[in-house]
C-alpha cells in the first residue's frame, strides 16, 4: 500500500489575532493563506470575533454566517486525496447554531462532507472528513453561526492528504512569483522539473499571455526537452517601460509536445507579476473640501490649488467645472469651464466670487476635474472640491405652528433622555434666544429653564432646525454616547443639542418651548406647549391633532423622525412616502401633493389651502378618517377618457369619517364618451353624483352643478333633467329643470342632487379631442354611509300609468361591481335581487345611441359578442336604468360601503370567452341593434332571473330587436337570453322587430362555441323562407310591407340540417294573457286559425277563426274568475294551454 502524502495542513501556529473583530469589524490576514468572509455577520462589539485566539481559530458572538476558507489546493499527481479537521463548540447552541464543513473540486459545486459535514446545536467536538477525491485543485471552506458571547466554535487541524503518484511528471516548481522593474533589462530563470522518468523524452512547449505589453519582456525559452529527472530553467528578460505606470502580469504556460503515457503536467502556468518602478502622474485637488463665509457684499475666495506631481513629460490639460450643491445657481461667480495646463511638476489656482443673498442655510458648491489631454497612466487623484459657504445671516426665530415638540423619551442611561424639536417649514430656524421651560406636570409651575446656546454641558451644541428636520437635546450625554445608548446613528441631517442634566426628559414633566425674553427666566413668546407630563417612557405628538400619543414604549423611539407621514415642502419627511405599502400609517398633508399611484392610509388630514389630486386611473385608500382642516382643503379625484367608451377614472375609498372645515371640499372630474360625428343630442350621458351635498341649483359662484359645469341651455331649460316614470307619455318621462329654477342665488338654493339618482345632463363643451370632452365636475362631501336609492313600480299593473324603469347611480367615488363575476356577494344585482323585478342593469351607450343590457351573464371584454362591456364594475359618477319589481311599494335600490372597490380604468381582466352564444344583429342605415342568446348549463327555456334580461322600455323605441322566451312566454322582449347547452334543435327563438313599413333592414349574426354540427337559420315566416346566418359575411335583407313592433314574422332556428317551410312544427305557438281579458297567441303558422275557450267543466264558452301571419290577440267576453282551457287549432295541428282568468 503507498504512503500518504501531506499536500496541505494548517494548525493556526504562530497565527494569533489573524482574521475579523468587532465593531467595524477590522481584518488582519497578513501572512496567512487562507481567507475569510463576514460580510453577513454581525461583529459589533470588540468582543465579537471570527479569528485566532491560543492558536486555533474561533468564532464568538458572529450573529450571522461567517466562512473560513482555504487556499486553493493543487492536488494534481494525487490520488486517494483526503481532508479532515477538527470541529469543537462550547456554550449552549442552540438549532441555528452551524457548523458546516464543504469542498469543491477544480472551481465546481460546493458540496458537504461526508463525515460530520453538517454541525449544529451543542454537539461538543468532531472530526469532520472526506475521502475519494481526484482533480487539480481542492477548496475547503467552513460556515459559523452563533448568536451569544457565551456561544464558542472552534476550527483545527485542518489537513489534506494524498497518495503521489508513480507516472512521469512535469510542471513548474511554483505557481507564480514576483519581479520588480529597473531602468535596465534583466533575466529571471523560472524552474520547470521532471521526476518519476520512465525512460521516455518528455518535451514541452512555451507560451506567454497575461497583461504586460510584448515589448516589457523576452521570452527566451520556447521549449525543453527532458531524458531523467531533474530541473531545467526558462530564461526571461524583464524590460523596462516608459509608457504605462501599472503592475503587470507575464502568465507562462506549459503545453506537452511528446506523447508520453501517463504523463502528468502538475503546474501548468506561472504567472510573474512584474511590480512598476516608475510612478505614474497624477493632478488634483489639494484638499476635499474648504469653506467661505459669506458677508454683505461679493467678494473673492480663497485660493484653491490644484497639483501636479510626478510629471511624465506629456502636458497635461484639465477643464474644471462647478455645480450647484445646496447652493443656488446666483449665489456665486465662476467660469465653468475653466482650462488649466501643466508642464511640469507645481500648483496652479482657481477662485470664485461669492454674492451675498438672503438665505440663512449653509450652502456648497462642487469644483470638479476632467482630463481633456491623453496623459498615459494620469491618475486624478482628487477629483472634487467642495466649497461650504457658511451664511452671515441669522436664521429666523422660531415660530408658533411651525416648530413642535415631538417627542420626549427615557432612556437606559439619564444622560439620553431626550426631547425632539421639528420644524414645519422650509427655512431653519435658529434657537440662539430661546428656551426650554419644565414645568410642574400638576400645577405648571416653572421649575427650571435650559438657556439654547449657554447651558449645554456638552461641546454639541447645534441650535439651528434645519428646514423640515428635527432637533435633538439630551440631558447632557454627547451625540456618539446617544448612538451608542439607543443602538443607531443618528442621520447626519438630524441636528443634536446635548443640553443638561436638569433636563428632567424622563420623567414626567410639562414642557414649553419660548423664545425672546430674560434668561432662566420663563417668559418669552410661546411657541409649543405640552400641556401635560411627558417623557415617563416614550411620548410623541401628532402635530396635525394637536395631541400626545402617551406612555408607549422607549424601544419605539423615532429620534430624528416621526411615528406617521408628512408631505411638507413638496417632500416627505424622511423620505418615507405615501404608497401602497402603509396601509396603517397616518399621513398629513401640508403641501398640494398628486396621488399617481395606487395609494392606501389609515388616517388623513388635510391642513388649510393644501390639498390631495388622485390622478385618473390611479387610487386612494382612507383605511380610518378623512380631515379637512379648513375652509380651503380639498381632495380632488379625476377621470378620463383615454379611447371611445373607455373611463380612466380616478377611485377614493373613505371606510371611516369625514370631517371638513367648510363645505364642497371634495372634488370629482369625470369625462364622459362624445361622438364627433353624430348630432349635439347625442351628447347627453347618464350621470350619478359621487359627492354629497351638492345643489343643482344656485347660479353665482361654483355653489352649485348646472352653472359649475356649464351645461346647456335651451327653451329656458337647462341640459340636466331627472327620470319621471310616472309618465304615461315616454316624451314627457325626462324632466328637465328650468333656468327659473337653476338661477337663484346660491345661499337660496334648495335641490340636492341626491345620492343614488341618475340624471341625464348635456355637457357644453366641445373640445375637438375625444378624450377632453364632456369634462364634468361635482362637489361635496364623500359618502361613508350605505345609500339607498328609491324605486318604485308605477306601471298599470300597480295602479299606475308610466313604468317599471327607475334612473339610479353610483354614489361613491369608487367603482361599484354590478354580477357575481366581480364579486361573488357584494354585488349591485344580487344584493338587490329581492327590490327587482329581473337582475338586469340597463346602461347609456353614446357610440350606438342605445341602452346596453348587462346582468348575470355579461363577462368581460370587448371582443366578439361579449355586449360591448369593458368592464364588471360601474364607475364613480355613472348612472344606470333598474326595473322595480312589479306591483311592489316603493323600496330602497341599496349601495353598500362593502360594495366599493378600485378599478385602474374601465377594462380589468380580459378573459377568453368559451360559451356558446349569438349575437343577432338588425341594422338599417346609420343604426344597428342587438339581442344576445347565450347557451349555459343548467338553465332553462323559461324566464331565469339574471341570466334573461328584458330590453330597456323606459323610453320607447321606433327601431330594436329583442327576442321572447322558447317556453313560457309572458310577452317579455328579451335583450338578453339564455339557454341550455343541449337540444339545440327543439329551441325555436322568436325573433321581435321594431320596424317602420318600406324600410328595408338586414339581419345578421355572429356566432361563437356552438356545437360544428350546429347551424343558425333565420324564419321569414311571412315570405316563407330560411337562411342560414352563421356562414361568413352571410344576411338576410328584406324591405318591410308594414309596421313590425313585436314577434310573430321571423324565429332562429339553430339544427344539424337545412330547414324548408314543412319543416316548422307548433312548437313555437305560445299564448299567454296581455290583460285581464285578452288572450295573445304568438308563434302560429300562416293560414286559418280557430281559437277556442272551455270551462273547466268542458263547456265552450268562446270560438274564434281568423287568419293569421303569427301573432293573434283575441277578446274575451265578461267571464267569471277561474280557471280555462285553451285550444288553438291551426292548419298544421293543434295546441292547448290552460289559463287563469281573475
Known amino acids: 500500500m503507498n504512503a500518504q502524502t501531506t499536500i496541505y495542513s494548517e494548525n493556526f501556529t504562530g497565527q494569533n489575532d489573524k482574521g475579523a473583530v468587532g465593531p467595524a469589524p477590522t481584518t488582519d490576514l497578513v501572512g496567512v493563506d487562507w481567507t475569510i468572509d463576514v460580510s453577513s455577520a454581525a461583529l459589533t462589539a470588540s468582543t465579537d470575533w471570527f479569528k485566532v485566539t491560543s492558536e486555533v481559530f474561533e468564532a464568538r458572538d458572529i450573529d450571522g454566517d461567517a466562512i473560513w476558507m482555504s487556499p486553493s489546493i493543487n492536488i494534481t499527481g494525487f490520488t486517494g486525496v483526503s481532508f479532515s479537521l477538527s470541529a469543537a463548540e462550547s456554550g449552549t447552541m442552540e438549532a441555528a447554531d452551524i457548523f458546516n464543513t464543504e469542498y469543491r473540486i477544480d472551481g465546481g459545486a460546493w458540496t458537504a462532507a461526508d463525515t460530520n459535514g453538517t454541525l449544529n446545536d451543542d454537539f461538543t467536538s468532531a472530526t469532520v472528513s472526506q475521502a475519494g477525491l481526484a482533480g487539480s485543485t481542492l477548496e475547503i471552506r467552513v460556515t459559523m453561526n452563533n448568536n451569544s458571547g457565551t456561544e464558542l466554535q472552534r476550527l483545527d487541524d485542518v489537513l489534506v492528504q494524498g497518495t503521489a503518484s508513480t507516472a512521469p511528471t512535469v510542471g513548474f516548481d511554483n505557481a507564480a512569483s514576483n519581479q520588480t522593474e529597473t531602468n535596465a533589462s534583466f533575466n529571471v530563470s523560472i524552474p520547470v522539473t521532471v521526476s518519476n522518468y520512465d525512460g521516455n523524452q518528455i518535451d514541452v512547449s512555451i507560451a506567454s499571455s497575461g497583461t504586460a505589453e510584448p515589448a516589457d519582456f523576452t521570452l527566451n525559452t520556447a521549449t525543453l526537452s527532458f531524458t531523467a529527472d531533474g530541473s531545467q530553467n526558462i530564461s526571461l528578460d524583464i524590460n523596462p517601460d516608459t509608457d504605462d505606470f501599472d503592475d503587470e502580469t507575464i502568465i507562462l504556460t506549459l503545453t506537452e509536445t511528446s506523447a508520453v503515457t501517463g504523463l502528468i503536467v502538475s503546474q501548468a502556468t506561472h504567472t510573474v507579476t512584474v511590480t512598476e518602478d516608475e510612478t505614474a502622474p497624477s493632478i488634483g485637488f489639494d484638499a476635499a473640501t474648504s469653506s467661505e463665509n459669506e458677508t454683505d457684499a461679493t467678494f473673492t475666495s480663497a485660493n484653491i490649488p490644484i497639483t501636479v ?94 416648530v413642535f415638540i415631538t417627542e420626549i423619551v427615557d432612556a437606559a442611561s439619564t444622560a439620553f433622555e431626550y426631547l425632539e424639536l421639528f420644524n414645519n417649514s422650509s427655512e431653519a430656524v435658529s434657537l440662539y434666544s430661546s428656551k426650554l421651560v419644565r414645568a410642574d406636570a400638576t400645577t405648571n409651575a416653572s421649575q427650571y429653564v435650559f438657556d439654547f446656546g449657554v447651558d449645554e454641558q456638552t461641546a454639541d451644541t447645534d441650535l439651528i432646525i434645519p428646514a423640515y428636520g428635527f432637533l435633538i437635546v439630551a440631558r447632557g450625554g454627547t451625540r456618539s454616547g446617544f448612538n451608542s445608548d439607543f443602538g443607531i446613528t443618528l442621520d447626519a441631517s438630524v441636528n443634536y443639542n446635548g443640553g443638561h442634566s436638569s433636563n428632567f426628559f424622563g420623567t414626567g414633566r410639562r414642557w414649553r418651548l419660548m423664545t425672546g425674553g430674560t434668561a432662566n427666566t420663563d417668559d418669552g413668546t410661546l411657541i409649543d406647549d405640552t400641556l401635560i407630563g411627558l417623557g415617563t417612557e416614550q411620548d410623541y405628538k401628532n402635530i396635525f391633532t394637536n395631541s400626545y400619543v402617551v406612555e408607549g414604549d422607549v424601544a419605539n423611539a423615532t429620534p430624528g423622525a416621526l411615528e406617521y407621514l408628512i408631505y411638507s415642502g413638496g417632500a416627505w419627511v424622511n423620505s418615507v412616502a405615501l404608497d401602497g405599502t402603509t396601509t396603517a400609517k397616518d399621513a398629513y398633508i401640508y403641501d398640494d401633493l398628486v396621488i399617481s399611484a395606487n395609494t392606501e392610509a389609515n388616517d388623513i388630514g388635510i391642513a388649510d389651502t393644501k390639498g390631495i389630486d388622485v390622478s385618473a386611473g390611479n387610487s386612494l385608500t382612507i383605511n380610518g378618517n378623512l380631515t379637512l382642516a379648513g375652509s380651503d382643503s380639498y381632495l380632488q379625484g379625476n377621470g378620463t377618457v383615454p379611447s371611445a367608451g373607455v373611463v380612466n377614472s380616478a377611485s377614493v375609498i373613505l371606510k371611516g369619517t369625514y370631517t371638513s372645515g367648510g363645505t364642497n371640499q371634495f372634488f370629482y372630474f369625470t369625462e364622459t364618451y362624445h361622438n364627433n360625428t353624430t348630432g349635439l343630442t347625442d351628447g347627453w350621458s347618464l350621470i350619478s353624483s359621487p359627492t ?421 290577440d283575441a277578446t274575451l267576453p265578461k267571464l267569471g274568475t277561474g280557471v280555462y282551457f285553451v285550444k288553438v287549432q291551426t292548419e298544421t295541428g293543434k295546441v292547448s294551454k290552460k289559463i287563469i282568468l281573475e
Open 692 to 1112: 354629497v351635498g351638492e345643489k343643482i341649483d344656485g347660479n353665482t359662484g361654483d355653489g352649485n352643478f348646472t352653472v359649475f359645469n356649464g351645461l346647456q341651455e335651451k327653451d329656458s331649460q337647462y341640459g340636466i333633467a331627472v327620470y319621471d316614470n310616472t309618465q304615461s307619455d315616454t316624451d314627457l318621462r325626462w324632466d328637465y329643470f328650468s333656468t327659473a329654477e337653476v338661477n337663484v342665488a346660491t345661499a337660496s338654493a334648495t335641490i340636492d342632487m341626491a345620492s343614488g339618482k341618475g340624471y341625464s345632463v348635456l355637457p357644453s363643451a366641445t373640445p375637438t379631442a375625444d378624450q377632453q370632452k364632456g369634462n364634468l365636475g361635482f362637489k361635496g362631501s364623500i359618502a361613508t354611509i350605505d345609500v339607498g336609492s328609491e324605486i318604485k313600480d308605477s306601471s298599470p299593473a300597480n295602479g299606475g300609468v308610466g313604468n317599471a324603469f327607475n334612473a339610479i347611480g353610483n354614489p361613491y367615488p369608487a367603482f361599484l361591481p354590478f354580477n357575481t363575476t366581480a364579486d361573488a356577494t357584494d354585488n349591485l344585482l344580487t344584493v338587490n335581487t329581492g327590490v327587482l323585478d329581473e337582475e338586469t342593469l340597463w346602461i347609456w351607450d353614446k357610440a350606438t345611441t342605445s341602452y346596453l343590457t348587462v346582468n348575470q351573464t355579461t363577462t368581460v371584454g370587448t371582443d366578439k359578442n361579449n355586449n360591448e362591456r369593458t368592464s364588471l364594475f360601474i364607475a364613480p359618477a355613472q348612472g344606470f336604468f333598474v326595473k322595480a319589481k312589479s306591483m311592489m311599494a316603493p323600496s330602497d335600490f341599496n349601495f353598500t360601503k362593502a360594495m366599493q372597490k378600485h378599478q385602474a380604468t374601465g377594462i380589468f381582466n380580459r378573459t377568453e370567452n368559451t360559451r356558446p352564444e349569438i349575437k343577432l344583429s338588425l341594422s338599417k342605415t346609420g343604426v344597428t341593434k342587438n339581442a344576445f342568446v347565450y347557451y349555459y348549463d343548467g338553465k332553462t327555456t323559461g324566464f331565469d332571473n339574471g341570466y334573461d334580461s328584458s330590453a330597456f322600455a323606459g323610453l320607447g323605441t321606433s327601431f330594436g330587436v329583442h327576442t321572447q322566451l322558447v317556453t313560457a312566454n309572458e310577452g317579455k322582449k328579451l335583450a338578453i337570453q339564455t339557454l341550455p347547452k343541449d337540444n339545440y334543435e327543439a329551441m325555436v327563438i322568436p325573433v321581435g322587430v321594431h320596424a317602420a313599413a318600406n324600410e328595408e333592414i338586414t339581419f345578421s349574426a355572429n356566432v361563437l362555441n356552438l356545437p360544428s354540427n350546429i347551424k343558425v337559420y333565420l324564419e321569414d315566416r311571412e315570405l316563407g323562407t330560411f337562411t342560414r346566418l352563421d356562414a361568413a359575411n352571410s344576411t338576410y335583407k328584406v324591405t318591410l310591407t308594414a309596421n313590425l313592433s313585436d314577434i310573430g314574422r321571423f324565429y332562429l332556428h339553430t339544427t344539424e340540417s337545412t330547414l324548408s317551410v314543412k319543416d316548422v312544427v307548433l312548437n313555437t305557438v305560445s299564448i299567454f294573457k296581455t290583460a285581464a281579458s285578452t288572450i295573445r297567441m304568438t308563434g302560429l303558422p300562416q293560414g286559418k286559425t280557430t281559437f277556442s275557450l272551455y270551462s273547466m267543466l268542458g263547456k265552450q264558452v268562446y270560438t274564434s277563426s281568423f287568419e293569421t301571419n303569427g301573432v293573434k
Open 309 to 402: 506631481s510626478n510629471y511624465s513629460g506629456t502636458q497635461i490639460d484639465i477643464d474644471v467645472t462647478a455645480t450647484v450643491g445646496t447652493a443656488e445657481a446666483g449665489d456665486f461667480t465662476f467660469t465653468s469651464p475653466t482650462a488649466l495646463s501643466f508642464t511640469a511638476d507645481g500648483t496652479q489656482n482657481i477662485t470664485f466670487s461669492i454674492n451675498d443673498d438672503a438665505d440663512t442655510d449653509p450652502e456648497t458648491i462642487i469644483f470638479t476635474i476632467t482630463e481633456t489631454s491623453a496623459v498615459s497612466g494620469l491618475i486624478i487623484s482628487q477629483a472634487t472640491h467642495t466649497v461650504t459657504i457658511i451664511d452671515d445671516e441669522i436664521p429666523p426665530l422660531p415660530i408658533a405652528g411651525k
